[in-house]
């Protein structure tokens, strides 16, 4: 058992107690190729979360601090996590998630690029357009509507994948692109939030 299946199963263990956790649309993940997992932020323990209940491993960004953290910038790494650089161009992060993209791998992506304080829906940055464009990788939106309390139901939810041979073909700018992937996760928030 390699480190990330390991981790997967640790956190299952200690957070399964702790929230009710609802998982919808897992059927919907495509099992081979390229994606660019693209789900909202509301907490710390979002990364985690979408780890454990992806049907695939799944290689996050992770902001750089967090790799010269005793312990844990030893276990990023080991977990399929790798340093970006927040707040300019970082090329070494943009070549790691464009190759594991177009060797068929799955990267996830926090498109705010920071955590909502009061969940709503915030602009993405236009990274995730230009990932989804420039990767050969197709888009699974996810939502995950909270909130993180004990003993509180937690939804994750996958919706359809946004194929985007279609916005390649007539070279669809990274904005546009963007928006329709923060659209896709807004459809997922209003007909899966509680009324």
């Known amino acids: ?4 299946t390991f ?4 956190v299952k263990t200690a957070l399964t107690p702790l929230y009710r956790f ?16 693209c789900a909202n932020h509301i907490h710390a323990l979002d990364p985690p979360v979408v ?13 750089e601090e967090l790799f010269k953290v005793p312990v844990l910038g030893r276990i990023l790494p080991q977990v399929n996590a790798f340093p970006v650089k927040r707040g300019m161009s970082d090329r070494e992060a943009l070549r790691s998630a464009l190759k594991l993209l177009k060797n068929g791998e799955v990267v996830g992506l926090f498109p705010e690029g920071t ?3 009061d969940g709503v829906l915030k602009k993405g940055l236009s990274g995730a357009g ?4 420039r990767g050969n990788a197709d888009v699974m939106p996810c939502a995950i509507i909270g909130p993180y309390k004990p003993f509180r139901k ?9 194929l985007m041979e279609p916005y390649r073909e007539r070279k669809a700018s990274v904005e546009e692109v963007t928006a329709v992937i923060m659209a ?4 997922l928030l209003d007909e899966n939030s509680e009324k």
Request: aromatic share 10%; proline share 5%; no cysteine.
């Open 1 to 4: 058992m390699n480190l990330y």
């Open 7 to 10: 981790g997967k199963a640790l």
């Open 22 to 37: 609802e998982v919808t649309g897992t059927e919907k993940f495509p099992d081979q190729g390229g994606i660019l997992l």
């Open 51 to 63: 780890g454990m209940t992806s049907p695939r491993t799944v290689h996050f960004m992770a902001k």
């Open 115 to 117: 955590r909502s304080t």
């Open 130 to 133: 230009f990932f989804a464009l």
């Open 154 to 162: 937690v939804k994750v939810v996958y919706g359809e994948p946004v």
């Open 184 to 187: 896709s996760i807004q459809k």
